[in-house]
């Protein structure tokens, strides 16, 4: 798996949009970008994934730069209920296991 | 929305007992996972199960965990003689990663069982 770093904890006011980032230089060219998050003990739930364009759904957007080397989930409206740890990750293919790093700790403040 | 299921939500077990655990995966899907996650620490990977047998297996997935699907929905995990170090979430996850499908398709949890070892 290539390694992924994001930075621990964030905070985001609610209504704002929230800009999550995540380096992975290491990539490779076949390999997809995927986020992930837990909110308190849950299971981690599935966000959003992208190989190179940008992709966007009901939950969030997901931008790559072009060299691939970093990302940024966007949830564009924050709201309580966002407050998670979220994760990047980028396996080898999407039925080899997931690595789950620290992640991100977002806060949505009201 | 289809979803993966876990029971039961929190599972008491002496130690040294047998415990397992059950999960119904999404149905159409072919790939399933456990994944566990201590106390305060990161989600780790347990094994992999495509086909009917084990695809891949972490170091932690030793002789005392076994896996089975013994019928058309549930997909369990099974811990033989249980020890302390064993209570931890328990995650199933499942894919619909296949021939059918693409190979990006992502995996999806459950919300897990609460292995507590006394």
């Known amino acids: 798996d290539a390694k992924t770093t994001q930075p621990p904890s964030m905070d985001c006011a609610e209504g704002r949009a929230a800009n999550l980032p995540c380096n992975h230089s290491t990539i490779s060219g076949n390999e997809y970008v995927y986020w992930y998050r837990q909110i308190h003990s849950q299971g981690p739930q599935y966000i959003i994934h992208?190989?190179?364009n940008n992709e966007t759904n009901e939950m969030a957007s997901l931008i790559i730069t072009e060299d691939r080397k970093s990302s940024t989930l966007i949830l564009p409206h924050a709201t309580l209920r966002d407050t998670a740890v979220y994760y990047c990750?980028?396996?080898?293919?999407?039925?080899?296991?997931?690595?789950f790093g620290k992640g991100t700790r977002l806060s949505v403040i009201a | 929305e289809p979803e993966v299921t876990q029971t039961p939500s929190h599972q008491v077990t002496q130690m040294g007992q047998e415990v397992i655990l059950r999960c119904v995966p999404i149905?159409?899907?072919?790939?399933f996972y456990w994944y566990r996650q201590i106390l305060g620490q990161k989600v780790e990977f347990l094994v992999s199960?495509?086909?009917?047998?084990?695809?891949?297996k972490s170091e932690i997935f030793d002789d005392q965990f076994s896996v089975e699907r013994p019928d058309g929905s549930n997909f369990t995990l099974k811990i033989r003689s249980t020890k302390l170090e064993d209570s931890a979430m328990y995650f199933c996850?499942?894919?619909?990663?296949?021939?059918?499908?693409?190979?990006?398709?992502?995996?999806?949890f459950g919300d897990g069982t609460r292995l507590s070892i006394l």
């Open positions: 199960f495509y086909n009917n047998e084990i695809s891949e």
């Open positions: 996850a499942s894919s619909d990663t296949g021939w059918r499908t693409s190979l990006d398709q992502p995996q999806h």
């Open positions: 149905s159409n899907h072919l790939y």
């Open positions: 990750i980028v396996p080898l293919s999407g039925n080899t296991p997931l690595v």
């Open positions: 992208g190989l190179k």
